[in-house]
């Protein structure tokens, strides 16, 4: 029944605005006056305020008649530009069988957000946080010639991730409604060609929603495959960071950005090193304010896990940074001969490795391998930690103290530096990912034995593409971008509705009920999608719920008005009011559409 009720609600096209009567005294108008004490977002404070969402359990949401309505409008925009591209539309299930996933290698890999069950039989199964298995088996099965490639299929489906910590409402929920499309092809100029026609198409989509957004290059993570690039919306709440230059197209993902090597050239060495007592320091700063100087001359030095051993212990490997800088993890964890994802060194493992503590690590006569950040590598006569608990090193200097080690791109970006490009400099923004393309080549077709056969009879695995857009996410993002301290402010292609009729005490006035059923009557005529609040309520109340909702165009009909042969036209982007002749309301506001 779930799942029944899933593809209808996800099947906009059977769907008509048009022919649905909305007054709110026979609509279900959940606003809320108090913001919500569990939103630490805007996005999730307004959605639960404007009635688009509630919640029924941690991270699991019920979208409410007014949120199924932005959902919708932004689904048939995603529809209309995939189509535009050539995807074909399918619909995968929910539940898929736990042996396709064994087949991909990602039961085990994919680890706690993985959601497995059995059922009564005991067969095992998962809650799909993603479909690359699934559609992978369905071509396998269903395409057998190259003739029929290329071929991109796609669905607007739910899927399930146990997020250990659920947040910041729909941004990162556990269940949510994603847009996935997957393609396949006999070569990879095929499979580049599709990957710039679904990036050209996200671009469009994200236009036309009205999102201030940046195509960033992006790592490939869980997924896996060989490029990638996410689509960022700015906004202050995100928790991606984005990097981009100021004089080019140059835009990437923290942890994709190239942080380059210091164009100076480092100092000579001075002294001979020599130890000093640090006891109680187990910070980088806490070291630098005992010794006296600056964090950025003092070394930080980490150890995580290289390959696993025979007698089931790991190489351990010192990576060492400017002391003020941060390690970008998936820089590291993409260097041979390091886990990946990256696993830091426990403490057992380091004591009996150094016979130190964390806190004060250093290369000097580190017996491991050490690899050195571009930045670090220009340091001299600086200060590490001297494998002696409580105790560092200052003066020390690369080869003449430290003579192997290898050096690599190891840290963050920061702002102001040189763009990779060459063109510009570099700034940082924050930004929510609501979409991001792959492309995967043939790590599930090999895996699955997704495969046709070429021209000389032999069989080829398919190359693929997987594109992906994060539909609930999209909106609680717009709205990030676009509200004030009264509520949401829809940009016009995602509103729920698009004009407001607020109609003064209609059950006391004969005058105002007869001028906006008459509005209203027009405007459903013209096609417009229209709210009409013909509540009995204070007008504070049916304003504020209005300007909450985030109607673009509110009319107001009142005696007062009436008298004068106007009504009032009110802008919700802009405030902006105007007294409007009754006799010219309905081309105005058709203008104004």
């Known amino acids: ?13 059977l769907y008509d605005f048009k022919e649905q009567k909305m007054r709110t005294s026979k609509y ?5 006056k108090e913001n919500p004490v569990e939103a630490a977002v805007v996005s999730h404070r307004l959605m639960l305020r404007a009635g688009l969402i509630r919640q029924i359990a941690s991270g699991i949401y019920v979208w ?36 396709l996933w064994k087949e991909s290698g990602r039961y085990e890999k994919y680890g706690p957000e993985l959601c497995r069950l059995k059922d009564r039989k005991k067969n095992e199964f998962v809650l799909g946080p993603t479909h690359e298995e699934v559609i992978t088996a369905i071509a396998r099965r269903e395409i ?5 490639l290329p071929i991109n299929l796609y669905q607007i489906q739910t899927k399930f991730r146990d997020e250990i910590r659920p947040r910041f409402g729909v941004m990162r929920g556990r269940e949510f409604i994603m847009k996935d499309a997957y393609s396949f092809h006999i070569d990879h100029a095929s499979l580049e060609k599709t990957y710039k026609d679904m990036y050209d198409a996200y671009s469009r989509i994200f236009t036309r929603l009205g999102l201030d957004f940046r195509p960033v290059e992006a790592d490939n993570g869980s997924i896996g495959g060989s490029s990638s690039h996410e689509f960022q919306v700015l906004a202050d709440a995100g928790e991606d960071t984005i990097v981009f230059s100021d004089k080019s197209d140059y835009a990437a993902n923290i942890e994709m950005a190239e942080a380059l090597a210091p164009a100076y050239d480092r100092k000579a060495p001075a002294e ?5 007592e640090t006891k109680g320091c187990h910070t980088v700063d806490e070291a630098a304010a005992a010794l006296g100087l600056d964090a ?25 940074l400017c002391g003020n800088q941060e390690l970008n993890e998936v820089k590291a964890g993409k260097i041979a001969g390091i886990l990946d994802p990256i696993e830091f060194a426990t403490e057992s493992e380091i004591a009996a490795f150094t016979g130190a503590t964390p806190g004060s690590l250093g290369p000097v006569g580190f017996k491991g391998r050490i690899i050195i950040d571009r930045t670090a590598d220009k340091m001299a006569n600086f200060a590490c930690g001297a494998n002696h608990t409580g105790y560092h090193f200052i003066n020390v200097n690369w080869d003449r103290d430290v003579p192997n080690y290898e050096v690599a791109d190891l840290r963050n970006v920061e702002e102001g530096e040189p763009s990779p490009d060459g063109q510009g400099t570099l700034h940082l923004r924050k930004g929510i990912e609501v979409g991001q393309v792959f492309m995967l080549g043939t790590k599930y077709s090999e895996s699955m034995g997704a ?40 940009p016009d292609s995602m509103a729920p509705f698009q004009v407001a009729i607020v109609a003064i005490k209609p059950n006391k006035s004969q005058a105002v009920r007869e001028a906006a059923e008459k509005l209203y009557a027009e405007l459903e005529a013209k096609g417009v999608e229209v709210l009409y609040d013909d509540r009995d309520e204070r007008p504070g109340v049916m304003f504020a719920d209005m300007e909450l909702i985030g109607i673009p165009h509110v009319i107001t ?22 007294e409007v002749s009754v006799d010219k309301i309905l081309d105005f506001v058709c203008a104004k559409l």
């Not at 199924?68 to 591209?85: G, T």
């Not at 190359?463 to 993002?477: H, K, L, N």
């Open 28 to 32: 279900l108008l959940s606003t809320l």
């Open 144 to 148: 057998k010639s190259a003739r029929q």
């Open 451 to 490: 495969t046709v056969l070429g021209e000389d009879g032999k069989p080829i695995n398919m190359q693929m593409g997987c594109y992906g857009i994060g539909v609930t996410r999209v909106i609680a993002a717009a709205i990030e971008q676009h509200h004030d301290d009264k509520g949401i402010i829809w």
């Open 64 to 99: 409410l008649p007014t949120g199924m309505r932005v959902l919708q409008k932004v689904e048939k925009i995603i529809r209309e530009e995939l189509n535009r591209a050539g995807a074909i539309e399918l619909f995968m299930p929910f539940v898929q069988p736990a042996d």
């Open 296 to 320: 950025k001359q003092v070394l930080k030095s980490l150890i995580v896990r290289g390959e696993k051993k025979e007698d089931g212990t790991y190489d351990l490997i010192m990576l060492c």
């Open 272 to 276: 001979a090193y020599s130890e000093k």
């Open 1 to 13: 029944m779930f799942l029944s009720c899933r593809f209808f609600t996800n099947a906009a096209f």
């Open 557 to 578: 009909i009142g005696d007062r008005g009436l008298a004068a042969g106007s009504v009032e036209y009110k802008s919700r982007k802009t405030g902006q009011k105007e």
